[in-house]
């Protein structure tokens, strides 16, 4: 049997009849008892037929050990095998076009007359004439950010919530006409979804909490109230439940209850008078995120796995449990591929949903036979809706500069230019070269950077974190201003909530929000049980889950564990008919990552689980195109590699990270810090079988999987050099490669003319010293020049406010 000792793991001999146990061998490679062991904890073993010994698999071969003498031998073989592989997805993607088209609304909601559509993009409520009419703001400010309108039933107001990160949140009314909204809120708060009571006396709202990215203050007293239009005192009608609306009635308020339970959550929807009491549950389902009753009170909408379904409210006196596939009650499906934010029309015969930029409606003739009316056959659901989208510009600063006498660091091959000049023109790199040979027009700011070093941005592709919780987007993202301050220019998130990162990424682009260039997957292709289940029989079913993501603004998904080798076929396949990228969830199963790579996945997200790699693995994986980001800051197979780095230096006192992250996020885990001896760190012998990848020819990229804001790349980034990269080729991962893997490399990853002026101005050498890359003067994003130690903008332009934990009533500083 297998045991580990220390951190050997050694083949033992049990003696059965006296218990005794003995170490046979100690060169076995790592078992896998530190990760998942779905297959085993190590390659199977066995006895010779004369039990005098025992053959297994260590350091790349088979091998026999005599029992008694402990001798072992090597059983030579040898292999010569070919595999078909897929080729691996890559479309080159332009990263920054001067204007592009806005896809990300939310809380889209047609007037109750049908006359106008109301939506949130790019942080503020637009409101456009149907079927055609182009979107106009609905107010004129610019002081915070404008979440979750909804309609009177007249329509002739709307209710809506906004967000300032210094003054907080409020609830306001304006005309549908537009002007200026009236606060019915008597205190700043954390404040979603409002809606008009039927008869336009109230509104009803909930009260939430705080999240990592806004202000703990005002979070007391959570739940969902009711005000008067005119403003008061608010009162609150019940502690749970989220999503409050009406039906017909306009003391009845309907709310989704979530309750949780093993194995799956309890999902109703539920009913109480405006007091909170006569509490009813009409309703129960597994998946359900959205539930919505007509205006009316004859019908229920509700979306269950990103689809829409709609069905009669059937008024039993006990709750009824639904699903897609129930008999209960008669359901139908009116989404070809997903539908968000449901709403039915004025007069309860039509249902409304969205879709990234388009929005649907369906009559209920269309979607039940029973109905007066209906076609002889019920047509399909609509693959066009009518899209709302709409081009802005996008921010790009109108300087001209230039950089003098640094050493660059280029990423065009192996060069390095000393003594170099680079001319930025608006956001794009003008001229780069020595500064004898780069002409710098005689009317622009030369800034000197003389034995400053200047490297590519760091394109994290990797990168979790919060962009926003409950809908709500801060002006100011500490997270994202950490990342710029450790020069970190590009985000790519492989797991994330479609809605909240696409509406953050378009507000980056528009200049609304200062943070990297944010790409993400959206939300997870996902195989195992839960609201989230993205359910792939088939290649159709494939099709239109990758269409929902990029309906929304993806242009590369995330297969996650599906279980079986069809289904994840089936994603590749769809993805290259629809333009798309897949990265892959690697999961910590090796025999799974190998499948993944044969297919023609973009990538692996995480490192195979194995201590070493030998020849055929680094054969076949580098061959096929398909890159790897290994993670190393949560390496498998041992401690992770973040706890190295908290054991070998202080990080609660790193000032520049402590100037951007508030204490409770850097103290936890850095001050009271796991020490273990230097052979525990698995994530070395990681760094090494990526090594062994580049060598042969493979591709390797950086990726910090959000583990600490900022400092966690350059970790990574070190973490590559500790398994012998070299610094240059450890700097290529954490750029160029990055860039390549991603499509993104016509615009970004190397300092070429042309390019985006994406780049960082360090202070000390990294090609010296690797772990000097943090030591940042200037971090350069779209052609704009950030202070890295306090990330103000370079010029006549504002200085930084403060973030939430930095004023006076925050014990975070």
């Known amino acids: ?47 010779t037929p004369d039990s005098k010994s025992i053959v297994f698999w260590a350091q790349g071969g088979i091998r026999r050990i005599d029992v008694r003498s402990k001798e072992v031998t090597e059983i030579p073989f040898h292999v010569k095998t070919q595999h078909k592989v897929g080729k691996a997805l890559r479309n080159p993607i332009e990263v920054a076009p001067d204007r592009f088209r806005v896809k990300m609304l939310r809380w889209v909601r047609v007037s109750p007359n049908g006359k106008l559509v109301a939506f949130q993009s ?58 200026r909204g009236t606060v019915v809120t008597d205190r700043p708060g954390h404040y979603v979804e409002p809606v008009f009571s039927p008869d336009g006396t109230k509104v009803i709202y909930r009260r939430i909490s705080a999240d990592r990215l806004r202000s703990p203050t005002w979070t007391h007293e959570r739940g969902v109230y009711s005000v008067p239009v005119q403003g008061g005192k608010p009162q609150l009608v019940i502690k749970k439940g989220n999503r409050p609306h009406f039906g017909s009635e306009d003391d009845r308020l309907y709310l989704l209850d979530i309750e949780a339970t093993d194995p799956d959550d309890r999902r109703a929807l539920i009913s109480v008078e405006l007091d909170g009491s006569d509490e009813r549950t009409h309703f129960v389902s597994k998946n359900a995120t959205e539930f919505c009753v007509s205006p009316d009170g004859n019908w229920v909408a509700l979306r269950e796995r990103f689809n829409a379904y709609v069905m009669p409210f059937v008024r039993s006196g006990r709750e009824i449990e639904i699903g897609p596939k129930s008999k209960s009650v008669p359901m139908r499906k ?76 280029t990423m065009r091959g192996d060069e390095v230019i000393d003594e170099g000049a680079i001319v930025v023109e608006k956001n794009r790199i003008k001229a780069i070269g020595p500064k004898d040979s780069v002409t710098v027009p005689g009317d622009v700011k030369v800034i000197d950077v003389s034995s400053n ?16 919780g409950n809908g709500l987007i801060p002006q100011r993202n500490w997270w994202r201003y950490a990342d710029l301050a450790f020069g970190i220019t590009t985000n790519f998130d492989p797991s994330s909530d479609t809605e909240t990162i696409f509406a953050a990424a378009e507000l980056q682009r528009a200049g609304l929000i200062v943070a990297p260039r944010i790409f993400s997957t959206g939300r997870i292709i996902y195989g195992a049980a839960g609201t989230s289940k993205a359910e792939i029989d088939s290649l159709d079913d494939a099709r239109s889950h990758i269409r929902r993501l990029k309906a929304a603004g993806a242009f590369c998904v995330k297969n996650y564990n599906q279980p079986r080798r069809d289904q994840r076929q089936q994603i590749i396949a769809a993805a290259r008919e629809l333009d798309m990228m897949v990265v892959a969830e690697g999961a910590s199963l090796f025999h799974l990552d190998m499948s993944l790579v044969a297919d023609g996945q973009t990538g692996i997200e995480h490192c195979i689980p194995v201590e070493k790699a030998y020849d055929d693995v680094i054969q076949f994986f580098s061959a096929t195109g398909t890159g790897i980001t290994p993670t190393l800051i949560v390496g498998y197979g041992g401690i992770w590699g973040e706890n190295y780095w908290y054991q070998h230096s202080n990080v609660w006192e790193n000032q520049r990270l402590l100037t951007f992250v508030p204490r409770d996020a850097v103290d936890p885990r850095s001050r009271r810090r796991t020490m273990a001896p230097e052979e525990e760190y698995n994530h070395i012998n990681l760094a090494r079988f990526c090594k062994q990848l580049i060598n042969a020819g493979g591709r390797v990229q950086l990726g910090a999987h ?75 994003l779209n052609g704009r020049i950030y202070d890295a130690r306090t990330m103000d903008e370079l010029g006549d332009r504002p200085k930084q406010n403060k973030f939430y934990w930095q004023m006076d009533y925050s014990t975070n500083r």
């Open 334 to 409: 009116v989404s070809r591929d997903a539908g968000a934010y449901l709403h039915f029309s004025g007069d309860s015969r039509r249902l409304h949903w969205s879709l990234g930029p388009e929005f649907y409606g369906r009559d209920l003739t269309d979607a039940f036979a029973f109905l007066e009316g209906s076609p002889e056959e019920l047509p399909e659901p609509a693959v066009r809706g009518i899209d709302m989208g709409f081009e802005v510009e996008a921010d790009v600063p109108t300087d001209e500069y230039a950089l003098v006498g640094a050493r660059i660091i």
């Open 706 to 780: 959000g583990q600490l804001a900022g400092l966690g790349a350059h970790w990574e980034l070190w973490m590559l050099a500790q398994g012998g990269f070299t610094p240059l080729e450890a700097i290529r991962a954490a750029t160029l490669e990055g860039a390549r893997y991603l499509g993104l490399d016509g615009d970004i990853g190397s300092l070429e003319p042309g390019k985006l002026a994406d780049f960082v101005v360090l202070e000390d050498d990294p090609l010296e010293n690797i772990r000097n890359s943090h030591n940042i003067r200037y971090t350069v």
């Open 122 to 179: 790019l942080g503020r409520i637009y409101v456009a004439g149907l079927p055609d009419g182009e979107p106009r703001r609905l107010t004129r400010q610019s002081d915070h950010f404008e979440f979750y309108p909804s309609w009177s039933r007249d329509s002739r107001h709307i209710v809506y919530t906004t967000w300032d990160d210094e003054e907080l949140g409020s609830v306001r009314i304006i005309s549908a006409q537009g002007g």
């Open 1 to 47: 049997f297998i045991r580990r000792v220390r951190f050997k793991t050694t083949l033992f001999l049990h003696e059965i009849e006296s218990g005794a146990e003995w170490p046979l061998y100690d060169g076995l490679d790592r078992d896998m008892q530190e990760t998942w062991a779905v297959h085993g904890v190590y390659p199977n073993i066995a006895w």
């Open 453 to 468: 070093t200047i490297m590519p941005g760091i394109i994290d592709v990797h990168s979790h974190g919060p962009y926003g």
